[in-house]
């Protein structure tokens, strides 16, 4: 397997533009998982979901954020409009419970 | 929610030395595993240890849920074992991280 897939591996955008990034989950994982790494505030677990189903969205920071889960295997994290305090590494992780998390290599965005 | 924390915060060791570095919880889990994110930013995954003690290779850990924390033992460390070592946690399926504890080793 491929392990989890995320992208674009690196993302520079202007400030007021949409932002989109991706993630494919390992076959037969049925949970994912967004998390934002910062170095103020560490990993924080933004949007969760189960079987394609949102469980919980409380870490997502405003409405300016959104996520979907279209079918089983791939999910969006979007930013519309991007500010320059979203800037940060991106990473989803898959699962198959009770196994633990795998996590993709990360997007590093960028908002000027 | 659920608090982590993870200590020391940072670790300075001499190549071939062991180090323990700790996790406790707040609460009662039912997830808890230990990630090694390596100088490049990729997270890896080290162990999937909610109860009990698990081994690989240098690596071990241990978690005591019933006194709610975790260790990680490093042994013989080498200079690639360097990062940051973060805990996660959690009562359902989505998980809680620690600050990490920022591993350093010298050659």
């Known amino acids: 397997d491929a392990g989890v897939i995320q992208s674009p591996r690196h993302e520079v955008t202007e400030m007021g533009q949409e932002v989109t990034l991706r993630c494919k989950l390992i076959s037969g994982h049925n949970s994912l998982f967004w998390y934002r790494q910062t170095m103020m505030r560490g990993l924080e677990l933004l949007i969760y979901?189960?079987?394609?189903?949102?469980?919980?969205d409380s870490g997502m920071p405003e409405d300016r954020f959104s996520a979907k889960m279209p079918n089983a295997s791939f999910s969006t994290l979007k930013i519309q409009p991007s500010e320059p305090r979203d800037s940060a590494v991106y990473f989803c992780?898959?699962?198959?419970?009770?196994?633990?998390?795998?996590f993709g290599s990360g997007t590093r965005l960028t908002v000027v | 929610g659920i608090q982590v924390e993870q200590s020391p915060p940072d670790l300075i060791l001499q190549e071939g030395a062991n180090s323990t570095l700790r996790c406790n919880f707040s609460?009662?889990?039912?997830?808890l595993q230990w990630f090694h994110q390596n100088p490049w930013g990729q997270l890896i995954n080290l162990f999937y240890i909610p109860s009990g003690t698990k081994q690989n290779g240098r690596l071990s850990a241990t978690t005591v849920a019933t006194e709610r924390y975790s260790l990680l033992y490093i042994s013989s460390s080498q200079t690639t074992d360097s990062g940051v070592y973060f805990c996660a946690v959690g009562r359902t399926n989505d998980m809680r991280f620690g600050a990490g504890t920022r591993l350093t080793v010298k050659p």
């Open positions: 979901f189960n079987n394609n189903v949102p469980i919980d």
């Open positions: 992780a898959s699962s198959l419970h009770p196994y633990g998390y795998t």
């Open positions: 609460d009662s889990v039912n997830n």
